[in-house]
């Protein structure tokens, strides 16, 4: 089993900064895929950006691109979302997720990735 455990989470204005972590413990999630996917009241979970097991692909949403970045520290199997120029619309919760049973499939497409493990979420409100 793996458990994700996400962080950083807060109420900011329109133009603000954040930057989510996600920790992982348990089993190894050293070859995995993670991702990032948001759920706004009232809408479907949607992806937001992902990263291949190797670290050398990534995939971000359209709505993000140019704005948020994912990246990994994988000596403390954490990752991390840097999320810039912040918009209403970005206001959701944010979860973590890892596809543990087959990262290499997507290796060149981690946004295709089926998530096996996720987080419980952490509230990002972008508001004035």
């Known amino acids: 089993q793996v458990q994700l455990v996400e962080s950083g989470g807060a109420e900011v204005q329109p133009g603000g900064s954040l930057r989510l972590s996600c920790a992982a413990s348990g089993q190894t999630v050293a070859l995995s895929t993670w991702g990032w996917l948001r759920q706004a009241p009232g809408k479907e979970r949607e992806f937001v950006a992902a990263?291949?097991?190797?670290?050398?692909?990534?995939a971000y949403a359209d709505s993000v691109k140019g704005r948020f970045a994912i990246s990994r520290d994988f000596d403390k199997d954490t990752a991390y979302l840097e999320m810039n120029r912040l918009e209403p619309e970005d206001t959701a919760i944010y979860f973590c997720?890892?596809?543990?049973?087959?990262?290499?499939?997507?290796?060149?497409?981690?946004?295709?990735?089926?998530?096996?493990?996720w987080g419980r979420g952490t509230q990002v409100t972008v508001s004035s």
């Open positions: 997720a890892v596809d543990r049973s087959n990262p290499l499939a997507t290796s060149d497409a981690p946004g295709s990735a089926r998530w096996d493990y």
């Open positions: 990263m291949s097991w190797s670290g050398r692909s990534t």
